[in-house]
């Protein structure tokens, strides 16, 4: 089984701004698969960024990256010159390796101020 | 359309009543799930399917059942419907094992 914690209910930052959002987890599978979904008033529930346990080279998207170190079980996301369209709330999730279950936090909501 | 979708989209029913939740994907995705979201838990997994008929629990089972006879298809049932299974329920669908899962739109259903 899997467990994903996200300690942070909601947070803020200012437009062009930078801001981590963080992700702990833990797994019992050796190998295994990290994600961050955004999920904007929509309700539609958005791929944001996917990074493979095995790469220890961190998982990049335009402004979005991840700070992944596995040894601490810590997965957190940047987002860099925050725009508008990026205050949504943001899930991370995990899934192992050999059951294909995702498991998700409690999720991060993020505002962002003009 | 190609995709994954749900319905109905808006859902009020009275406790004790049954419910169907469908979900439908075009993609022939081995794996499907069922979640439902929360504030403050996030999404937690009812169900899960790994293939036509291979269906398994996941963290919150209770009250609910699913079945899957054709790929494409995944229906969650609330056989008999409480307050506490207010929710938006989301399906979603992944195809070669580890990849992303993609989303239907979500299911809001209340019960009163």
């Known amino acids: 089984a899997q467990t994903v914690t996200q300690s942070q209910p909601e947070m803020s930052v200012q437009e062009a701004e930078t801001v981590t959002l963080s992700c702990t987890y833990d797994?019992?599978?050796?190998?295994?698969?990290l994600f961050w979904y955004k999920q904007p008033p929509s309700r539609q529930m958005i791929l944001v960024i996917r990074?493979?346990?095995?790469?220890?080279q961190n998982a990049t998207e335009n402004r979005f990256s991840v700070n992944f170190q596995k040894a601490a079980k810590s997965f957190s996301l940047k987002i860099s010159d925050s725009q508008l369209g990026d205050a949504a709330m943001y899930f991370c999730?995990?899934?192992?390796?050999?059951?294909?279950?995702?498991?998700f936090g409690s999720g991060t909501k993020l505002n962002v101020k003009p | 359309d190609a995709g994954i979708t749900q319905s109905p989209r808006y859902k009020i029913t009275e406790t004790g009543r049954q419910v169907t939740l469908m979900c439908h994907q075009t993609?022939?995705?081995?794996?499907m799930f069922w979640y439902r979201q929360d504030l403050g838990h996030g999404l937690r997994l009812i169900y899960y399917?790994?293939?036509?008929?291979?269906?398994d629990k996941g963290e919150v089972p209770d009250g609910y059942v699913v079945s899957r006879s054709k790929t494409e298809n995944f229906p969650l049932t609330l056989e008999s419907a409480t307050r506490s299974q207010t929710s938006v329920y989301f399906c979603?669908?992944?195809?070669?094992?580890?990849?992303?899962?993609?989303f239907g739109q979500g299911t809001r259903l209340t019960v009163v």
């Open positions: 990074q493979e346990a095995y790469k220890q």
């Open positions: 979603a669908s992944s195809g070669q094992r580890n990849t992303e899962a993609f």
């Open positions: 399917s790994a293939a036509a008929d291979i269906t």
């Open positions: 797994t019992s599978e050796s190998d295994y698969y």
């Open positions: 993609w022939s995705h081995s794996y």
């Open positions: 999730a995990a899934m192992g390796y050999n059951f294909n279950k995702f498991y």
